[in-house]
């Protein structure tokens, strides 16, 4: 996030720029139009002295409205711009006003309130350790040993594949053991095998927002917020 005087000096910068080039607009074409406008009588008072009234009045009526064109073309951009500027602003004070949470979660980094991973409980897969290597019972004997509830599986890049929740996976647990035939094998049940299940992979893969570190916690809420439709990357490292 930029200082606001940065922003400030920036703004102040490019308003000071726009002033010059409008200025040099303005008395530049006011100054060739005069100068075509004195050749033109010059010329016909030299060659037609007696067509210079006509011409000077022809002269002038033509240049009037020209002129005015530039001037109000000129007037309108920076009055409309000045409102349209005005209402953004006032537009922004008053989402300050009414959610001042928000405006909180803006002035605080990702960064500095994010969980490292080195006190985060995952597993992760290695590149020799497939999904059909990891096994159901070594996920839910580590969500015994914390307080937490979820699970995240990482690649071998440290990038989140999935979170598991231990009710899913007590869930998955429960329904095979009620299933006909020869009877559900918990040691031997692997992720692999959770993922199967009907819509299961796409909702522990999908269920996720990524914020990159140098984003704000409000950057971060509306993340979670507007999954599956903007996830982030998830090629972000963890």
């Known amino acids: 996030m930029r200082n606001p005087d940065e922003k400030n000096g920036e703004h102040t910068r490019t308003k000071n720029t726009r002033d010059r080039i409008a200025k040099c607009m303005i008395y530049g074409s006011l100054?060739?139009?005069?100068?075509?406008?004195?050749?033109?009588?010059?010329?016909?008072?030299?060659?037609?002295?007696?067509?210079?009234?006509?011409?000077?009045?022809?002269?002038?009526?033509?240049?009037?409205?020209?002129?005015?064109?530039?001037?109000?073309?000129?007037?309108?951009?920076?009055?409309?711009?000045?409102?349209?500027?005005?209402?953004?602003?006032?537009?922004?004070?008053?989402?300050?006003?009414?959610?001042?949470q928000l405006e909180k979660l803006r002035q605080r980094q990702v960064k500095d309130v994010m969980v490292p991973i080195g006190a985060i409980k995952y597993k992760k897969l290695e590149p020799e350790q497939g999904e059909e290597k990891l096994m159901i019972k070594t996920l839910v004997d580590s969500l015994k040993e914390g307080e937490v509830s979820r699970i995240p599986v990482l690649d071998e890049n440290n990038v989140v594949r999935y979170v598991l929740h231990q009710s899913m996976l007590y869930k998955f647990i429960a329904k095979k053991s009620m299933e006909p035939g020869e009877g559900f094998q918990y040691d031997k049940a692997t992720l692999q095998d959770f993922l199967r299940v009907e819509g299961m992979k796409k909702m522990v893969a999908s269920t996720l927002a990524f914020v990159a570190i140098d984003r704000n916690l409000a950057d971060a809420k509306s993340s979670i917020f507007t999954f599956p439709k903007q996830r982030g990357d998830p090629r972000l490292r963890v």
């Open 31 to 100: 100054a060739v139009l005069l100068v075509l406008a004195a050749m033109a009588i010059l010329v016909v008072a030299i060659f037609d002295p007696n067509a210079l009234k006509e011409t000077s009045q022809n002269i002038f009526n033509g240049l009037l409205p020209l002129f005015g064109a530039w001037v109000g073309a000129v007037l309108a951009f920076y009055f409309s711009k000045d409102n349209f500027q005005t209402a953004s602003e006032s537009v922004r004070d008053t989402v300050r006003e009414f959610n001042p």
